[in-house]
């Protein structure tokens, strides 16, 4: 036995306890352990085998911490056959969250017991991988090929009842796993229930899987393990199950070897690491029961939304009764949408509605909030104004933030008297879906505020980054920085049209030109021009062509036309027919000769203007690791989840070629493309950004 396995016997009944905590990952001890359990069991003279987990979860997969490192026998495939082929009757007993190879486990097993809150899924494919213990080919033979293939493809949870219609979970009992599991043995030793190893039942019946193929292939956006994961179920319905188990073992590990299974689990572990920054061990958080939100514009009636979901009571100041109202209105608008969703009852709808929040119009009625946020107009003097009058009314220990995108955190807080207590908490629009919160921490923001910060976070489940204080943060300086590239080659030859379809092929959501139409080209517009007036650097390159389209009224998607016109709805875009006579014009007045771009340069350019940007911001710790800003991306702008973020990315693609291509980019404009110090460090000495986030772990 190992001490991952617990075993004991019980009259006829041995019990085999996963205890391997937090979540009963199969790693090797475990497999180890469960399959002596078994054999001393059958040694042992017993009837049936009980497997169940110990703490908060049965197995919630293979440990995704072993992918990659050399593989140690029994393997979990091995276990689960193992398993299965037990003389003996086995049963699980299931609570928590069954998951990828633990569901895989529980399907070897001869029946299967949950407790009413148990989930169970396969989500391998969001790891970049599939079920590689079975579960293409046991999952379609109990629950048949569409729930398989549905289960299988988005990786879903499912709830116990939903599992037990589906065929996946025998019977649902409240109870703990252990007590409920002992009632269910002896009621089918009892009834001498037989063994029913699910690799004996018949082929499941055959669908159109070239055409799920497809679907899939689509919906994952240049996403391979969801597509791949049909093929694995389609072997079930053509092969006898031995073969079927090859199938899926090859198709596993052709995607064992892919860059986007790295970039998946890079991100898997970063989204978890990302909130846990050494310098809070052990800090304080203040309390946090009610807070205020300033402004219930978009931005600030989604943040006071995000709020009321998660249990905070809110009190929402606006400039006038009316503006008080229209606030509510949009707050309403978002939580009818939640109710609509079965995410809130109509009671809930109404309690946060009518008693959780408040309106106000005077600041004084702030004075009790644990945390204000302001999400005014993005003007320092405006911001200003609110941080003296918020200075001046909230009680000591309050946390007071910002929602500024851009302006300095520091020179708001230093019209307080209490500047330790200021942060910024920039949120994303809309701010109770978007899931990206970055966390800006000031000179004079005390640590405590700072944990604060990320347990508002965690309490409105967000994915909170660190970041320092500089023009854009972490997220709008390297957006910026990227969207200037887009700038160049447009200049230069590329067309907003080619640039935006080469990224979305990359796997970006939108390109750059359809995501400024969706958030309104007066926005871009407002920083040409502010930054314009505040002097731009003789070296920087310059363009107004966007400039005549908002002159002419074209906003994008909120006035029908951008890029792009949107006379057919908002998902039908085609491009403006305006655009392209303007750049030239453009192009003809700087004198510039067009070229042709590929849409190979074109995404390197774009990358590497991201990831030398980036570069900058972790060597200038804006960003505290590699990792902070990956998760930045992919959250808050649409990276594609499996690349791992733009310094995961970087790291696959090679550092050394990237800093080689930025150098001779360098040549022809040598202010745009100056080289990140951080990434000449780390080629001169053979390491990469990894590396960095594994010293900051360590
Ligand atoms: C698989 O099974 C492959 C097989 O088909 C074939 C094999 C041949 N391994 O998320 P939390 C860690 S692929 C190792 O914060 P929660 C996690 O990193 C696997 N570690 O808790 C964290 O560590 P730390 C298929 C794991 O309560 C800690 O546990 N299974 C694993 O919010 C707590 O995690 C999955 O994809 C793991 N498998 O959520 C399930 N899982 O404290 C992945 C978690 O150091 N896991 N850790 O940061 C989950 O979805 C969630 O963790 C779970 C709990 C819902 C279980």
Redesign the pocket.
Known sequence: MTDAIGYELDGDIAILKAQNP??N?LGHAVRVGLVNGLERAERDGAKAVLIYGDGS?YF??????EFGQAPREP???EVCDRIEASPLLVVSAMHG?A???GL?LALSTHYRIAVPSAKVGL??V??G?L???G?TQRLPRVAGVEAALDLITTGRHVRADEAMKLGIIDRIEAGEPREIGMAYVRDLLDANAPRRPVSEMPSPEPVDFDAVYDAVLKKGRGQISPATAVRAVQAATELPFEQGIARERELFMELMNTDQRLGLIHAF?SE?AVGKLPELKGVETRPLNAIGVIGGGTMGAGIATAALLSGLSVTMLEMSPEAAEAAKGRISGNLQGALKRGKINREKFETLTEKALSLATDYAALKDADLVIEAVFEEMEVKKKVFTQLDAVCKPGAVLATNTSYLDVNEIAAVTSRPADVIGLHFFSPAHVMKLLEIVVADKTSPDVVATGFALGKRLRKISVRAGVCDGFIGNRILSTYRTCADHMILDGASPYQIDAALEAFGFAMGPFAVADLAGLDIGYAVRKRKRAEGLDPRARDSSYADKLCEDGHFGQKTGKGYYDYGAGPKARVPNPDVLPLIAAERAAQGITPREFSDEEIVRRYMASMVNEAAKVVGEGIARRPLDVDMTLLFGYGFPRYRGGPLKWADLEGLSDLLADIRSWAEEDPYFWQPAPLLEELVAEGRNFDDLNKEAAS
């Open positions: 937090p979540v990952a979860t919630a997969g293979a440990d995704i911490r393997g979990l495939p969250t998951l990828g190879g895989e989500p391998e969001l790891l991988i079920p590689g213990a579960g572990f978890r």
